[in-house]
C-alpha cells in the first residue's frame, strides 16, 4: 500500500516531468522564433530542412504528450504511444545527422559563427549518438525501471537544446558563453529539483549528467585529431 509520502512525491513527479516538457517546448520555440518569418515562405526552404524541423515539432510534441499521459494516469495509451516513439527517435538520429552535414558543407550562416567545421561535426553527431544510447536505454528500461526510463528520457530531451540555444543566445543575448554551458546548466537544474525532493542523486542523473557534459569534452577533443580532421574534410567536401 503507498503511503502519503510515496503518493505525494508520485504527484511531485508528474507536475516535475510535464513542468519540463513545457520547459523544453519554451526554449526551443523561444530560439527559433528567429526563424518566423520563414513560415511564411516555406517554399524556400529544402525539403531537408522542411522535414527535420517536422521530425523534430514531433518529437518534443510527444515527449510532452507521453509526460501529460503519465500524469493523467493513461499508462496504457503512454505504452501504445511508445511504439511511435522508437520510429520518432530513429528519424530525429536520420534526420539530424543529415542535417548537420549539409550544414557543415554550406558554412556561413547555417553554422555557429565561432565554430570551426571539424569541431560543428564531432558535436553534432557525437551528441546524436549520446542521444541514440540515452533513448535506446530509457526504451530497454520502460518496463522494469520506470524511475530510468523517464529520467533517461528527459536527459535526451535536453541534449536537442543545443541548437535552440545557439539561435537564441547570438540573436537576444550578448552573452558569450557557449550554448553547451546553457544547456549542461539545465541538466544540472533539472537534476537539482530531483536530487533535492528526493533527497537523493538518482544513479541514471548521475550517470546521464557524466555522459552528456563529458559528450561535449570528448567531441572537443576528437575534433583535433589527425583522423578526425582528414575525416570531417572528406564529409563536408563531397
Excluded at 163 to 189: K, N
Amino acid at each position: 500500500m503507498n503511503t502519503a509520502a510515496d503518493i505525494d512525491r508520485l504527484h511531485f513527479e508528474h507536475r516535475y516531468y510535464v513542468a519540463a516538457a513545457i520547459g523544453v517546448i519554451v526554449v526551443v520555440l523561444a530560439g527559433f522564433s528567429i526563424d518566423i518569418p520563414l513560415l511564411s515562405h516555406l517554399g524556400t526552404l529544402s525539403v531537408l530542412v522542411r522535414l527535420h524541423g517536422l521530425i523534430m515539432l514531433g518529437w518534443i510534441a510527444l515527449f510532452f504528450v507521453q509526460a501529460l499521459l503519465v500524469a493523467r494516469q493513461r499508462v496504457d495509451l503512454h505504452m501504445r504511444l511508445g511504439i511511435f516513439g522508437v520510429v520518432l527517435a530513429i528519424a530525429v538520429v536520420i534526420a539530424d545527422t543529415a542535417t548537420v552535414i549539409a550544414a557543415s558543407r554550406l558554412g556561413g550562416h547555417h553554422m555557429p559563427s565561432h565554430m570551426s567545421v571539424p569541431l560543428f561535426l564531432a558535436r553534432g553527431l557525437f551528441s546524436l549518438f549520446l542521444f541514440a544510447v540515452l533513448v535506446a536505454g530509457a526504451l530497454a528500461l520502460r518496463k522494469r525501471r520506470s524511475d530510468w526510463h523517464k529520467r533517461l528520457m528527459l536527459l535526451a530531451a535536453l541534449l536537442l537544446l543545443d541548437a535552440a540555444l545557439a539561435r537564441f543566445i547570438s540573436v537576444y543575448t550578448s552573452w558569450t558563453v557557449d550554448f553547451s554551458t546553457v544547456r549542461d546548466g539545465l541538466v544540472l537544474a533539472c537534476i537539482a529539483i530531483d536530487t533535492f525532493r528526493n533527497r537523493r542523486l538518482h544513479p541514471a542523473f548521475a550517470i546521464g549528467a557524466v555522459l552528456v557534459i563529458g559528450d561535449d569534452y570528448i567531441a572537443t577533443w576528437v575534433a583535433g585529431t589527425p583522423t578526425w580532421l582528414h575525416f570531417s574534410e572528406a564529409l563536408s567536401t563531397q
